[in-house]
């Protein structure tokens, strides 16, 4: 009696605003208000409006085990239950087991792409099942740095940490394409314009269609990486700090191991447990960048220096005067042409049958070795290395010398006056603004060689043909003067398949019979699936280019003819089979018997196939001492 007084003499303002929560959660919930109305121990009844129970009244107590019961409790009292939220369109509710099972293959997911971005090589031949299970130290004290940040900063460190694993993890990839075709490793700041021509390369070998596949997919590749790679980072970030003690212990235990396994050294095979691999790849990026930086001025200093600028015309080249000189570099002709066991017999058997059937013809030859500054591909940093005196290594320096005041070789005979001096260059099928740089007083392209054949792979007109061409458009001219040519023969370019093979050179026509030559050559496709047929394209490939360059001295070249062949570059790694050099052979080939007597110091090999421990230079060496030995003292 005396509880129900002391509720009735409650003010009225505060009963009514105890009252109005559990009007608010009838409105809310029905059933539960009905319930509640209904107990026995609900002193507040229909005919004392306005009265509530008080809280310490034991018959109004919600209990666990009061199944009606669904008023407020007396720790909220009035509160209304939480709506239920769908997650996944109620799918998440509806199958719990199955919710929990793919949150679980979620997380794991997310941590393997994580642990993938932090230990994947950027090299694929370093890929291997021990590069996988190693410690990261980044991922470490990553992981340690985002359980110490408060949320705010937390969240936003997560997300730009992710962001940038996904784009270190891109650099990686095109590193493994950069390794897989020029044998070192992507330049951030040189190498942009790269990618731009292998689009090119991937259109003029798989076509349009080919090409825009590619490259949308590699696209949509990179951004799903970039995306994935910060949400899996946020993931493990939200699932570090729900287990907070869990993630610190195990922080803890890594960081241990870590230290230990770097103080012992221990490793899988070859590979160290212990690695800062990332921190190292970010390091090497960044001297990279700052050697890239510094390079333009180095090179403009060593540009500044040429011996021969200030020698008059009349005593350039000299032992050369009336002389057809032919600078021809050949595609890839790389030292593992001639030293691979499996390429050297054969391709010794081709240097053997040219160099005989030339000394039949009365041109005896010299050989040796040039190191190029590129591998793979990069032709035109070869081309101009060897022309200019200069070390081309990258795009950089090449755009430099083209539009800088240094004389090329080709520019040396064009100063004296005394040559025509031609470009014979099929591979190049757009405008070339810098043939005016290198001197040349006409260049022919692939669209003014008058070839009506079809393109092979990579490759618009086949070496012998484009050698003929010569022949009909300029050297077989009467009434001409001395030419000094620079041709470049393209068939031995990547991919190597199809390639053409020589025909009689009465045959050749318009080029209009390579379309059924090319019917019968390989499909690149299937090629390239395996590395020994690789392999033995580009042998078959260099051997139609000497033959083709052989047989044209022997067709066509008379006395006064000087032929110095050379490769550009040694080919991709998947023809070198790990081999590092950078070595490409260089000849000389001539008819009098004086032009090859004033190298005879040199060194050289007699023949077209250099000693394996014949004279090695670098190429950018051959000018000054070509200039040198054909000059009034040489």
């Given at each position: 009696m005396s509880l129900f007084t002391r509720s009735r003499q409650l003010p009225d303002d505060t009963a009514e605003s105890r009252a109005k929560p559990d009007e608010d959660t009838g409105a809310a919930d029905p059933e539960g208000t009905a319930a509640a109305d209904d107990a026995p121990g609900n002193t507040a009844s229909a005919d004392a409006p306005g009265s509530t129970a008080s809280d310490d009244a034991p018959a109004n107590t919600a209990s666990d085990d009061d199944p009606g019961r669904t008023a407020a409790s007396p720790e909220s009292p009035g509160e209304q239950p939480p709506a239920t939220k769908p997650g996944w369109f109620g799918w998440r509710h509806r199958y719990p087991r199955t919710a929990r099972g793919v949150s679980l293959g979620t997380t794991v997911l997310a941590g393997a792409l994580v642990l993938f971005a932090l230990l994947v090589p950027n090299r694929i031949e370093r890929?291997?099942?021990a590069s996988f299970v190693r410690i990261p130290a980044e991922g470490v004290l990553l992981a340690g740095l985002l359980l110490a940040l408060p949320p705010k900063p937390r969240r936003i460190t997560s997300v730009v940490t992710g962001a940038f694993l996904g784009l270190l993890t891109v650099l990686k990839f095109v590193d493994m394409g950069f390794y897989q075709i020029l044998a070192r490793p992507f330049d951030l700041v040189l190498d942009w314009i790269l990618i731009q021509n292998g689009t090119d390369f991937l259109r003029e070998t798989f076509g349009r269609t080919g090409q825009v596949l590619a490259v949308a997919g590699v696209i949509v590749l990179l951004v799903a990486l970039l995306v994935l790679t910060t949400l899996a980072v946020v993931r493990l970030t939200n699932l570090m700090v729900r287990h907070r003690p869990v993630a610190g212990r195990t922080i803890l235990i890594l960081g241990t191991a870590w230290i230990t396994c770097m103080t012992l050294?221990?490793?899988?095979?070859?590979?160290?447990?212990?690695?800062?691999?990332?921190?190292e790849f970010v390091g090497n990026r960044v001297d990279q960048v700052r050697a890239g930086l510094r390079d333009a001025r180095v090179f403009e200093k060593q540009a500044a220096v040429d011996a021969f600028a200030k020698t008059p015309p009349d005593r350039l080249l000299t032992g050369l005067r009336g002389k057809d000189v032919l600078f021809t570099f050949i595609e890839s002709y790389g030292r593992v042409a001639i030293d691979d066991p499996a390429m050297a017999e054969q391709t010794d058997a081709v240097l053997k049958e040219g160099t005989g059937r030339l000394k039949a013809a009365g041109f005896e030859s010299r050989s040796g070795w040039l190191q190029s500054p590129v591998t793979g591909a990069g032709s035109w940093l070869a081309h101009s290395t060897f022309l200019s005196g200069l070390w081309i290594k990258n795009q950089q320096r090449y755009r430099s010398l083209t539009t800088s005041d240094r004389m090329t070789l080709t520019n040396y005979f064009g100063k004296t006056g005394a040559w025509r001096t031609v470009g014979i260059v099929p591979g190049v099928r757009r405008a070339w603004p810098e043939g005016k740089y290198f001197g040349l007083d006409h260049i022919y392209d692939s669209e003014h060689l008058g070839y009506h054949g079809p393109y092979f792979s990579w490759t618009p007109v086949p070496d012998q043909f484009s050698l003929e061409a010569f022949q009909r458009l300029e050297h077989g001219r009467k009434d001409r003067e001395p030419i000094m040519a620079e041709i470049i023969l393209a068939s031995s370019h990547n991919p190597w398949s199809p390639i053409a093979h020589m025909i009689d050179w009465e045959d050749l026509?318009?080029?209009?019979?390579?379309?059924?030559?090319?019917?019968?050559?390989?499909?690149?496709?299937?090629?390239?699936?395996?590395?020994?047929?690789v392999r033995a394209e580009y042998r078959k490939a260099i051997e139609y280019t000497i033959r083709s360059l052989t047989e044209w001295v022997e067709r066509y070249g008379d006395d006064d003819t000087v032929l110095v062949f050379l490769g550009d570059h040694q080919p991709v790694p998947t023809v070198?089979?790990?081999?590092t050099g950078r070595d490409v052979p260089v000849t000389i080939v001539a008819h009098d018997k004086k032009v090859l007597d004033r190298v005879a110091d040199w060194g050289w090999t007699d023949g077209l196939k250099p000693a394996e421990d014949a004279p090695r230079w670098g190429m950018d060496r051959f000018r000054d001492r070509f200039m040198t030995a054909y000059g009034p003292q040489g």
């Open positions: 890929i291997e099942f050294g221990v490793q899988i095979g070859t590979v160290p447990v212990a690695t800062k691999g990332n921190a026509g318009d080029g209009s019979v390579f379309h059924r030559i090319k019917k019968e050559g390989t499909d690149p496709a299937e090629v390239w699936k395996d590395p020994e047929k070198l089979a790990g081999d």
